[in-house]
């Protein structure tokens, strides 16, 4: 489990605060299927591994200086001081319930998703309001099981090691809000991120550092240390610009994180990948790990000669 410095302590709930717009980390963690829970394993046994969840996520949030400010049956509201505070307690609570002995169903473990975000809140009898509060709920909403979601904002305010762990996979309109707000993934398990802490991170690094190039007809474009990150779609401020009827304004994006490369697809109809020896992948709103050499298709599989394809080469520098 990733597990980063969080900054000064401060208690949410400071009584000189009390009335007053201060800013403070949001964060709803939810089961997910607690119905199917309740359906499977009966009322009793259900109910009890939920309260375990809670138990969990209470916890690890007020082990980081922070307050439960509700729970909601399967769900629970919380804040946090800090940007990182928030990620290390989300961090632990998907770490802990992920392996709980306790909290398994048909040998599978139970799943929790959670949403954050960092911003001005109200405090008020011992609750927070405020649209940086709706704005975490909807975090939780757009994550899926096993997933931390947060967002552009909270990720400004994080540590440089927690910042290298998070990684963008949306654009989302907040509903009564209208506008587009970035979402990020919080890689949280300890083989994604353990090597993006000091020190271990150099001695993880391959010798040899890479680079991925990428040819449409005749143009060609690299991704490497110093150009990290294309995207890739039909509008014109897309580094590729891609026509067609199935592709998004904004299809995909390319970087490079830890000398990997990744492709993000953030599309309405997903993206194929074929590489040379014949494997296909298909991606949609997920990513995906590019190696070797292949063909890239957007919204539709790639063909040879076509216009449309992309074709990639990883090789190294």
Request: charged content about 25%.
């Amino acid at each position: 489990m990733a597990e980063f410095a969080s900054g000064p302590k401060a208690l949410a709930y400071n009584p000189q605060n009390m009335g007053k717009d201060i800013e403070l980390a949001i964060l709803f963690a939810d089961v997910v299927g607690s119905t199917r829970l309740y359906d499977t394993m009966g009322d009793m046994r259900a109910r009890d591994m939920v309260a375990t969840c809670i138990d969990v996520m209470r916890s690890a949030t007020e082990q980081r200086q922070g307050t439960v400010i509700k729970t909601m049956g399967d769900e629970v509201m919380a804040t946090v001081p800090t940007a990182d505070a928030a990620l290390n307690a989300a961090a632990q609570m998907q770490q802990q319930i992920s392996t709980h002995a306790q909290l398994k169903v048909d040998g599978q473990p139970v799943a929790i998703r959670i949403g954050c975000h960092f911003g001005p809140v109200m405090l008020e009898n011992r609750d927070v309001f405020g649209a940086a509060v709706h704005t975490a709920n909807r975090m939780t909403s757009q994550a899926k099981a096993g997933q931390i979601v947060t967002t552009a904002a909270t990720v400004e305010k994080l540590s440089p090691e927690w910042r290298a762990s998070c990684r963008q996979i949306d654009v989302a309109t907040l509903k009564g809000q209208g506008s587009e707000v970035v979402l990020y993934e919080v890689l949280w398990q300890t083989e994604d991120v353990t090597s993006m802490v000091p020190g271990i991170a150099a001695d993880a690094r391959p010798a040899h550092p890479l680079r991925l190039r990428l040819r449409m007809e005749d143009r060609e474009l690299l991704v490497d240390e110093r150009h990290a990150s294309v995207t890739i779609g039909r509008a014109e401020d897309n580094d590729v610009v891609v026509k067609g009827n199935l592709i998004s304004r904004l299809h995909a994006r390319i970087e490079i994180s830890r000398n990997k490369f990744v492709l993000v697809d953030q599309s309405t109809n997903g993206t194929f990948v074929q590489t040379a020896d014949g494997e296909e992948a298909f991606v949609r709103r997920d990513s995906l790990q590019l190696k070797g050499h292949g063909m890239i298709g957007l919204g539709r599989l790639p063909e040879q000669g076509s216009p449309q394809t992309i074709r990639f080469n990883c090789e190294e520098v």
